[in-house]
């Protein structure tokens, strides 16, 4: 570059240098009761801060960065939520985003702080970060309120990507539906919603279950969906002729997803099949910027990484299913078919 030559846009580098700024505004909204307190109307900065308890000059600041972020409108003095927040940042809304923000704020925050060194050593960051060791999902899970955390997180990304996952192709053949490590259930909810003969099981470990009969329970299609307790590496799987494994695969090392693809593979008529729902990386890599953020996020806090639909196929094919088939959704996670 010579002394004459335009400057590169620095823009891409002033973004990614600012980008937490913005959301760890949006995780202080939360964390202090900004959108939940102004669900019951548009109110001032001064009243906001003394029901929230919060220094009013520094509030009023937050509130601003809150409405150029288009998370509040300003009308006056009045601060009002937009419906995006209404929707996504309040603890009322069933499509509430606050518990895999929250998960987000308190524990990925914090292990996203040691990424370089994850990339050095190759491994994820619980130890480094909290000092825990052990299973995966004992770290997430441990203690019970991380537990509901995370679970709740889950099902408030679930709800957003479920309806267009069950959508991505037509499975009306199907009888029933096993859906291993369903946590809340909002996969199977969404499966019956869709297909109005299908009989649906949550399939999760005994600390998750009485969370999905909760919200199973609470659910319009509650008749058709039941809920059972087990370990998908160790006990016999329910029955099926359609298993879904949703933001599974993408948690384990290859050898314990081969054992579990084989379990799925082994328990299923011909004909059956298995629904597959992450988010793939395109077949070059080039992106999209959500996969491979969500691969990163993944060397943090498992043992496992994203993949594009051709390394899944690859793993499929090799316990045996004879057809795959990936779709791309839009929604935070996309769907692959696997025949058997
Ligand atoms: C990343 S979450 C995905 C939840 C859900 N499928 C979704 O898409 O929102 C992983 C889920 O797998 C469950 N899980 C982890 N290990 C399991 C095991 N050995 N057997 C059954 N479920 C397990 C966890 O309890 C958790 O609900």
Request: proline residues 5%; glycine residues 10%.
């Amino acid at each position: 570059m010579t002394p004459t030559s335009p400057l590169p846009d620095p823009a891409p580098v002033l973004d990614l240098l600012m980008a937490f700024r913005r959301s760890k505004v949006m995780f202080a909204g939360v964390t202090l009761g900004v959108f939940d307190a102004l669900e019951a109307g548009p109110k001032t900065a001064a009243a906001l801060a003394t029901e929230l308890k919060a220094d009013g000059d520094a509030l009023g600041r937050l509130l601003d960065a809150c409405v150029g972020l288009h998370l509040l409108t300003r009308s006056g003095e009045g601060y009002a939520n937009t419906p995006t927040a209404t929707a996504y940042l309040t603890s009322a809304s069933p499509r509430r985003l606050t518990g895999y923000l929250r998960f987000t704020d308190e524990i990925l925050w914090k292990l996203w702080g040691n990424l370089a060194d994850a990339v050095r050593d190759g491994t994820h960051g619980w130890k480094r970060t909290f000092g825990w060791d052990g299973p995966i999902f004992g770290q997430i899970f441990h203690t019970p309120d991380l537990r509901r955390e995370f679970t709740m997180g889950m099902h408030g990304m679930g709800v957003i990507s479920s309806p267009q996952v069950v959508a991505a192709f037509d499975l009306s053949r199907f009888r029933t539906l096993v859906d291993l490590g369903g946590a809340t259930g909002h996969l199977a909810v969404a499966a019956c919603r869709r297909y109005t003969a299908l009989r649906a099981t949550v399939f999760d470990l005994p600390e998750v279950t009485p969370i999905a009969t909760e919200l199973v329970g609470a659910s319009d299609v509650s008749a058709r969906v039941g809920v059972v307790s087990g370990d998908f590496f160790v006990d016999e799987l329910p029955a099926s002729d359609l298993y879904s494994l949703g933001r599974i695969l993408h948690d384990w090392s290859e050898d314990k997803i081969l054992l579990l693809l084989q379990k799925v593979y082994d328990r299923l008529p011909a004909g059956g099949a298995l629904l597959v729902a992450e988010k793939l990386i395109n077949d070059d890599r080039t992106g999209p910027d959500m996969a491979q953020m969500q691969d990163l996020n993944m060397l943090l806090v498992t043992e496992g990484k994203e993949r594009t639909l051709g390394e899944y196929a690859a793993l499929l094919r090799r316990v045996g299913f004879a057809s795959v088939d990936g779709r791309a959704t839009g929604a935070p996670v996309d769907a692959i078919l696997a025949v058997k």
